[in-house]
């Protein structure tokens, strides 16, 4: 007689939830996969040419060095602890210039939002000062503040001012009204109407700006560090030029660029975290 196998409508149930859990996060998985092989096309094809370039002698060995030297180069660097001791600078001092620029265009963008006369006779001034690029103030700020470590943290504020200033302003004036009327209708106290609907709608712009900050911040220390600095990565890349060791300058301009979109790619995801529903209503 044959056995007739049975299942609880329970088993039944779970086992069919583990079937779902498992193909979607091996949906997932292949999402992934397939992102990063496509990502990595473009990279793969440049060390190709870079490799065929340097095979076929298309500049000199001193001037473009093999990728071999630089991977070499890189690991030395690693090795001694140089590389680690000037990029642990050059993040503490784009952090400092983050949040002292960042926090005052934050506080700038809000108030010019909310006061009007602020916007019409205060905002014009503020937003052509900030627009003439850093590398026009930096013999200013040099009088000013010498080539300290001051020099650095104020141009990197400067650098980082406009983009959070502009994203604050813009949030609130193109936050959705509907939201001011039914906090009117509830009648809400005015710190819960900025809690609970002001400051979460203006999230999404916020956090944009503050990517947009960092990245300029970035690019802004590694050209103040080249020019006059004693420390950073920036340095440290303006050495090996002076050097005439490109091996450095390039395992250098690597590091800059992976560090650059790490820090990117960690705000990006902090973003969806704590404003998923914006990109859900995008997408």
């Not at 779970?14 to 397939?34: N, P, Q």
């Not at 990063?36 to 440049?46: E, F, K, M, Q, T």
């Not at 590398?135 to 983009?163: Q, R, S, V």
């Amino acid at each position: 007689m044959s056995e007739i196998s049975y299942k609880s409508p329970l088993a039944a149930t779970l086992s069919g939830r583990f079937a779902d859990k498992a193909a979607i996060a091996w949906g997932r998985l292949r999402d992934h996969a397939t992102a990063i092989a496509l990502g990595l096309v473009v990279p793969l094809g440049v060390l190709a040419l870079w490799s065929y370039a340097v095979q076929q002698q298309w500049l000199a060995e001193q001037i473009l060095p093999s990728p071999l030297l630089v991977w070499e180069t890189f690991f030395d660097l690693l090795a001694t602890g140089e590389l680690q001791r000037e990029l642990l600078v050059s993040l503490g001092r784009v952090v400092a210039g983050l949040v002292a620029g960042g926090g005052l265009g934050l506080v700038a963008g809000l108030s010019f939002g909310l006061w009007r006369p602020l916007d019409i006779y205060v905002s014009p001034t503020i937003r052509a000062i900030c627009l003439v690029p850093s590398l026009g103030w930096l013999p200013f700020f040099m009088l000013m503040f010498g080539i300290g470590e001051a020099l650095k943290i104020i141009l990197i504020a400067k650098t980082c001012f406009l983009p959070l200033m502009v994203a604050s302003y813009e949030g609130l004036r193109n936050r959705p009204r509907k939201y001011d009327e039914v906090a009117a209708v509830l009648e809400l106290p005015w710190a819960t109407r900025v809690g609970i609907v002001i400051w979460p709608s203006i999230l999404p712009s916020i956090l944009t700006g503050l990517r947009l900050a960092l990245s300029k911040g970035w690019k802004a220390l590694i050209l103040v560090e080249m020019i006059s600095s004693a420390a950073g990565i920036g340095y440290l890349m303006m050495w090996g030029r002076k050097a005439f060791q490109l091996d450095v300058v390039f395992a250098t301009i690597i590091v800059i660029g992976l560090v650059g979109w790490l820090l990117d790619w960690a705000l990006l995801k902090s973003q969806m975290r704590a404003t998923g529903w914006s990109f859900k209503a995008v997408g």
